[in-house]
């Protein structure tokens, strides 16, 4: 789980360019540009998730050694590793799609897919495949849980962004909300004002 969480950064990294990018395009009014980037990270993420994939599972039988000399905590370390590994890639595209739908002010939508996908299939799964006494699978059956759950989020979001998403509307959505911003921020200016006005 260490090893995950360092690791997690790097996708982590593609949401947050995926969301600020895609953002600003929105912002800026082009709808190409935003569909493009977001597509952009979208792959990307997947060839850099391949990428740290190919790399866990060369390194699978000696990746324990790093935590610890004991052998049977080697040999678990690579029973798990193919699933840590293609982790990744469901990781890099959940992270990328989820950005991509925070700079279209879609954010409610990664939310529902994460407790659908967690809370309702990765755990009760994992639980399932981990601890029932016929199938008793130990760590590897949680691990398995929560790939289920990872790759559930990134289909989803990837399918929402590729052919849920009228571009153009986003734009227009985008617009909306920066002339309504415009308003908040003129009418919290006029506030301060009459504020100063009434204290001096």
Not at 178 to 184: F, Q, S, W
């Amino acid at each position: 789980m260490t090893t995950d969480q360092i690791i997690a950064t790097i996708p982590f990294s593609f949401g947050v360019v995926a969301s600020t990018r895609v953002g600003n395009l929105l912002g800026a009014r082009s709808a190409v540009g935003a569909r493009n980037a977001a597509h952009a990270s979208a792959l990307t993420s997947v060839l850099v998730g391949s990428a740290i994939m190919t790399a866990m599972l060369a390194a699978r039988d000696n990746f324990g050694y790093m935590f610890s000399d004991d052998e049977d905590v080697v040999r678990l370390v690579s029973q798990v590793m193919p699933l840590l590994a293609s982790f990744q890639i469901a990781d890099g595209l959940a992270n990328a799609c989820g950005g991509t739908l925070r700079g279209q002010g879609r954010q409610h939508l990664g939310a529902i897919f994460n407790i659908i996908a967690y809370y309702v299939l990765a755990l009760p799964i994992g639980i399932t495949l981990a601890f029932s006494t016929r199938i008793h699978l130990g760590l590897k059956g949680l691990w398995i849980g929560q790939v289920i759950g990872l790759f559930t989020v990134g289909t989803a979001e990837y399918v929402v962004v590729w052919l849920g998403t009228n571009w153009d509307k986003e734009v227009e959505k985008s617009m909306f909300r920066n002339a309504e911003e415009a308003k908040r921020r003129a009418l919290l200016e006029q506030y301060e004002q009459d504020a100063d006005g009434l204290t001096n």
